[in-house]
């Protein structure tokens, strides 16, 4: 395992250096009792699995508006069929493209990834998506696929990956439907949910199923290029496979309760797909649309877990209590941060952030992000041994870009 190095813009995991112990590394996206967690989509193609450089955020401008608002119901009858026929013009295909030369030397496009998105608003002569960030995540363009067979160029207004959301902007000469959000607080569970969008790729395309909310609340670890994050989901039986990554999940009435974004595969288990709730969407959207970005509090520190480094390192040089056993360890500070502010050092363990036990990276996170920018926050720390509480203010930090 690596640590999260917090002050980098490419904040993911890096090999941990000594005196820390030796972690095999997963190659699968994240493990849940066992079981692999994987995105949904972008489906792609075995011959196109390279990375590439990510595509320049485009930021949008203008106030505030509510999401809701901007959206008319497209049914409430109850009918599966009445509600998949009036929101599909508003689900969408988005593909991942890259940028290559023909055997004559001609520029074209190809296709490296392709997932689905949900026609959400549409204001003045634009109309916005929502997709995953994982389907767009290192594009050179994005084309976007229309009911009506029309492809259009996508503009991305902003991206976040750790809540693994992403805004798009084409033409709202377009768009005639959108897709209303609903609120993902009224979900029961049982409750009867469709899933709509593009599994395996457009051959696919607006693919219906069934099913219920198995779960509110469930926390799934994802790996993202920020680094390693727990994502809030709602837990559903409906069929989710490569390709429905930003497409909706949707309530009887018609309203979008969840984005799809993720399933567990592994062989004998079936029906356990996962959606980012509406009422976490909103907030994020709103934010991206505002700015093109996401600003979270920073403190300056490079982090790694406690577990990773060694009994009898922690013992003889950083003179830890046996009763001592989580945290994070402080690898390095950023000067005149918040942190080097506030008088953290190197080698410092902080086992809490506000009277909350904090074990891990991805849990530290959590904690901090809790918080406001600006507010004055209290860590527990471990120095040579003693604890101690140190007072610190937090300060912005752009996190959108990977």
Same mark, same amino acid.
Not at 80 to 93: F, K, Q, R, S
Not at 323 to 328: A, F, M, N, P, R
Not at 378 to 398: C, D, I, N, W, Y
């Given at each position: 395992?690596?640590?999260?190095?917090?002050? !980098?813009?490419?904040?993911?995991?890096?090999?941990?250096?000594?005196?820390?112990?030796?972690? /095999?590394?997963?190659?699968?996206?994240?493990?849940?009792?066992?079981?692999?967690?994987?995105?949904?989509?972008?489906?792609?193609?075995?011959?196109?699995?390279?990375?590439?450089?990510?595509?320049?955020?485009?930021?949008?401008?203008?106030?505030?508006?509510?999401?809701?608002?901007?959206?008319?119901?497209?049914? !409430?009858?109850? !009918?599966?069929?009445?509600?998949?026929?009036?929101?599909?013009?508003?689900?969408?295909?988005?593909?991942?493209?890259?940028?290559?030369?023909?055997?004559?030397?001609?520029?074209?496009?190809?296709?490296?990834?392709?997932?689905?998105?949900?026609?959400?608003?549409?204001?003045?002569?634009?109309?916005?998506?929502?997709?995953?960030?994982?389907?767009?995540?290192?594009?050179?363009?994005?084309?976007?696929?229309?009911?009506? /067979?029309?492809?259009?160029?996508?503009?991305?207004?902003?991206?976040?990956?750790?809540?693994?959301?992403?805004?798009?902007?084409?033409?709202?000469?377009?768009?005639?439907?959108?897709?209303?959000?609903?609120?993902?607080?009224?979900?029961?569970? &049982?409750?009867?949910?469709?899933?709509?969008?593009?599994?395996?790729?457009?051959?696919?395309?607006?693919?219906?199923?069934?099913?219920?909310?198995?779960?509110?609340?469930?926390?799934?670890?994802?790996?993202?290029?920020?680094?390693?994050?727990?994502?809030?989901?709602?837990?559903?039986?409906?069929?989710?496979?490569?390709?429905?990554?930003?497409?909706?999940?949707?309530?009887?009435?018609?309203?979008?309760?969840?984005?799809?974004?993720?399933?567990?595969?592994?062989?004998?288990?079936?029906?356990?797909?996962?959606?980012?709730?509406?009422?976490?969407?909103?907030?994020?959207?709103?934010?991206?649309?505002?700015?093109?970005?996401?600003?979270?509090?920073?403190?300056?520190?490079?982090?790694?877990?406690?577990?990773?480094?060694?009994?009898?390192?922690?013992?003889?040089?950083?003179?830890?209590?046996?009763?001592?056993?989580?945290?994070?360890?402080?690898?390095?500070?950023?000067?005149?941060?918040?942190? !080097?502010?506030?008088?953290?050092?190197?080698?410092?363990?902080?086992?809490?952030?506000? &009277?909350?036990?904090?074990?891990?990276?991805?849990?530290?996170?959590?904690?901090?992000?809790?918080?406001?920018?600006?507010?004055?926050?209290?860590?527990?720390?471990?120095?040579?041994?003693?604890?101690?509480?140190?007072?610190?203010?937090?300060?912005?930090?752009?996190?959108?870009?990977?």
């Amino acid at each position: 395992m690596g640590y999260y190095d917090e002050n !980098s813009q490419d904040q993911r995991y890096k090999e941990p250096k000594k005196p820390w112990k030796t972690v /095999g590394v997963s190659l699968i996206s994240g493990v849940i009792g066992g079981m692999a967690v994987l995105g949904a989509a972008p489906y792609i193609q075995p011959e196109q699995r390279a990375y590439y450089p990510a595509q320049e955020q485009v930021k949008s401008s203008g106030e505030s508006q509510s999401l809701a608002a901007n959206a008319e119901a497209v049914s !409430s009858g109850g !009918s599966i069929a009445d509600i998949a026929e009036n929101l599909t013009p508003a689900i969408v295909g988005v593909s991942n493209l890259r940028q290559s030369f023909n055997q004559t030397g001609q520029k074209e496009n190809l296709e490296q990834g392709a997932g689905s998105g949900v026609i959400f608003k549409k204001e003045g002569d634009a109309a916005f998506i929502i997709t995953n960030n994982h389907v767009i995540e290192g594009a050179q363009g994005i084309e976007v696929s229309l009911s009506s /067979g029309e492809k259009t160029e996508a503009e991305l207004v902003g991206k976040d990956p750790l809540t693994d959301l992403a805004v798009l902007k084409i033409d709202g000469s377009y768009v005639e439907t959108v897709a209303k959000l609903g609120d993902s607080e009224k979900l029961r569970t &049982g409750e009867s949910v469709i899933a709509i969008g593009n599994p395996l790729g457009m051959e696919f395309s607006r693919t219906v199923t069934e099913g219920i909310i198995s779960g509110k609340d469930r926390t799934v670890a994802i790996n993202t290029s920020q680094g390693q994050w727990e994502l809030n989901v709602i837990q559903t039986d409906a069929a989710i496979n490569p390709g429905n990554s930003g497409g909706p999940l949707i309530n009887m009435n018609g309203e979008v309760i969840g984005i799809n974004s993720l399933k567990i595969s592994q062989n004998g288990v079936e029906g356990l797909g996962f959606s980012i709730p509406s009422n976490d969407v909103q907030p994020i959207v709103e934010e991206l649309l505002q700015k093109g970005e996401i600003h979270r509090p920073y403190i300056g520190v490079s982090l790694m877990d406690l577990s990773q480094i060694s009994q009898q390192y922690r013992q003889s040089e950083l003179a830890l209590p046996d009763t001592v056993k989580e945290g994070v360890y402080i690898e390095g500070i950023v000067y005149q941060s918040p942190a !080097s502010k506030a008088g953290l050092q190197k080698e410092d363990i902080i086992t809490a952030v506000n &009277g909350e036990a904090v074990g891990s990276s991805s849990e530290f996170r959590r904690e901090l992000y809790k918080n406001a920018i600006g507010e004055k926050i209290e860590m527990e720390v471990f120095r040579k041994g003693a604890k101690q509480t140190v007072p610190l203010v937090l300060e912005g930090h752009s996190q959108s870009n990977s």
